[in-house]
């Protein structure tokens, strides 16, 4: 008789398409609603945006459940920060706690790819693109999750970011006004939901200006 071996795994992949991009005094942070394991859909009305700070929202993709924990974290991390420093963590500080955190569990990684966005201290927009265990960069537009792999060659092709390697540094920002960047992340959605099983139903976009807060959500693809 053959051995049959367990085939257990602690993590899963629960799909989903994630999307930032930064301008010059505005953040657009979008991601979709399917949840989905293997080839059946465990939701089509949940959340991957998450507020951090009131100037730095992050989307995930991964394993929602590791994602649920890191939220967790930054939250309590955040709070003790507010109680020492009588203030709220910018975006780059932010983006530097999540870094840490993610470096911090490196040897059971929270199986989550995120993206920070939000506004720095200037009002100008800034992303920062993550892998698992905490390597990021500060970019003028990223994407992260199942569909990334469709979305970044649109992105490329419309923003094009300048080297990091040029002297003097160049600006990441994008040049787009807020209106044409939520027209780009509309599109760039729409196209990968036609080709990508794991993005799909709706699509959650938040735009981070100096105004505060707003939220549009636009139908996708159910099938």
């Excluded at 730095?56 to 967790?72: C, H, N, P, T």
């Excluded at 709070?79 to 780059?92: E, G, R, V």
């Excluded at 044409?180 to 139903?201: C, H, N």
């Amino acid at each position: 008789m053959n051995k049959e071996h367990a085939n257990w795994s602690p993590y899963d992949n629960n799909g989903g398409s994630c999307v930032a991009i930064a301008g010059a005094d505005y953040c657009v942070i979008a991601a979709d609603t399917r949840m989905s394991t293997g080839y059946n859909v465990l939701t089509r009305d949940y959340s991957k945006i998450c507020k951090l700070a009131d100037k730095s929202i992050m989307a995930s993709s991964g394993f929602q459940a590791d994602v649920r924990a890191l939220q967790k974290q930054l939250d309590a991390k955040h709070l003790i920060y507010q109680h020492q420093h009588n203030k709220q963590m910018s975006c780059p500080a932010m983006a530097q706690l999540l870094s840490n955190t993610l470096y911090y569990k490196r040897f059971f990684p929270y199986y989550s790819f995120n993206v920070l966005g939000g506004l720095d201290s200037e009002g100008k927009g800034c992303v920062f693109t993550y892998d698992a265990v905490g390597s990021y960069e500060k970019v003028g537009y990223s994407s992260q999750g199942s569909g990334s792999t469709l979305i970044m060659p649109v992105l490329d092709k419309r923003l094009k970011s300048p080297s990091p390697l040029l002297l003097p540094a160049q600006d990441s920002v994008t040049p787009l006004s807020e209106a044409e960047a939520i027209d780009l992340v509309k599109t760039v959605f729409v196209a990968a939901t036609e080709r990508d099983i794991y993005t799909g139903d709706s699509v959650e976009i938040v735009i981070l200006n100096a105004d505060g807060i707003r939220r549009e959500h636009m139908e996708l693809r159910k099938d």
